[in-house]
């Protein structure tokens, strides 16, 4: 499989990067494209730490997108094991199969005249138990064996325990997987794979020193206006910088829950329905649910909301 006929052309230079990413709506920086370009070309993971809701996992739907490969996500938790990561063998297919070599036993012995006879038939149906078509691909080796490559998103690995964390490390070194009873299974083409982190525990140092490191953290208030643009019609230039504005202002104040980038996107969408030109006090109020999905916050941010109103809409 040669670097020409994989879906990673595109994959050329850091300001390519960018362009694609915006062509399917998400707004880069130079930091995210760069990371995605030393990522690709040195064939190492990149880890992204960084508060829920800034886009972690939107970056690696995008890439997928933008390269026109497959993604493959494995949601971490805990106890998550390699079996539910890696592969599982089909058993219902072994149990048809050995039904069906039950009723055939017959034939299958004729003219095995000594035990030893018998049990070297018998053997080689066993192998067939735990071939490959037996076995049941989860994420990480289905994103392995992508022709074109694929993008591999491992989401949220800090909910993992440390001993899954360990086998990652082994799995993503040489993107490579043994399976005892079938032996090595190379990656065809090694998948982009990108490990997002919300920092509920520390990491270990030898999965951070196998990734690049990109830190997201929410956008700044042009660029949260330039992601609503390019996934919302219709917004005017009054309007967004209002309602970004407003946004960023919730995410100074001491609440349980930042509203989230898509958040941010879906209040515009809702404003676009109410026939909003225009924040004001009442809008706001009666659609403050879409932002902060916590009823605290709610009661938290009300005292602040006609100041917050006041602040994004005067000239």
């Known amino acids: 499989m040669t670097q020409d006929s994989t879906g990673y052309e595109a994959l050329t230079s850091i300001e390519a990067i960018t362009s694609g990413l915006g062509s399917v709506g998400y707004i880069s920086t130079r930091e995210i494209s760069t990371a995605i370009y030393l990522a690709h070309h040195l064939r190492k993971p990149v880890l992204i730490e960084g508060p829920a809701g800034v886009g972690k996992t939107d970056l690696a739907a995008s890439m997928a997108r933008f390269l026109d490969v497959p993604m493959t996500r494995l949601q971490c938790y805990e106890g998550l094991d390699e079996g539910k990561a890696l592969y599982e063998w089909k058993y219902g297919k072994q149990l048809l199969y050995t039904q069906l070599l039950k009723e055939k036993l017959g034939e299958v012995m004729e003219g095995a005249a000594t035990l030893d006879a018998a049990f070297t038939k018998l053997t080689g149906f066993e192998d067939l138990f735990f071939s490959e078509s037996f076995l049941e691909p989860r994420p990480l080796l289905t994103a392995m064996q992508q022709d074109r490559g694929s993008v591999l998103l491992i989401d949220e690995i800090d909910k993992s325990d440390e001993e899954f964390e360990a086998y990652l490390l082994e799995v993503l070194s040489d993107y490579q997987v043994t399976v005892p009873e079938i032996g090595t299974i190379r990656a065809n083409v090694p998948p982009l794979v990108v490990l997002t982190s919300n920092n509920i525990r520390e990491l270990g140092d030898a999965l951070k020193r196998r990734c690049l490191h ?34 960023q202002g919730l995410r100074d104040l001491d609440i349980r829950k930042r509203p989230s980038i898509s958040e941010t996107v879906d209040w515009a969408r809702t404003l676009l329905l109410m ?6 006090e009442e809008l ?6 879409v932002l902060l999905k916590h009823e ?14 006041r602040e994004v809409t005067r000239v």
């Open 214 to 247: 990109l830190h997201i953290d929410f956008p700044e208030a042009e660029r949260e206006r330039q992601i609503v643009r390019a996934r919302v019609d219709g917004v005017s230039d009054d309007l967004l910088k209002q309602l970004v504005g407003f946004v």
């Open 275 to 280: 026939h909003a030109s225009e924040l004001d």
């Open 284 to 289: 706001v109020r009666s659609t403050l649910n």
């Open 296 to 309: 605290s916050d709610i009661a938290a941010v009300d005292r602040d909301l006609p100041k917050l109103t």
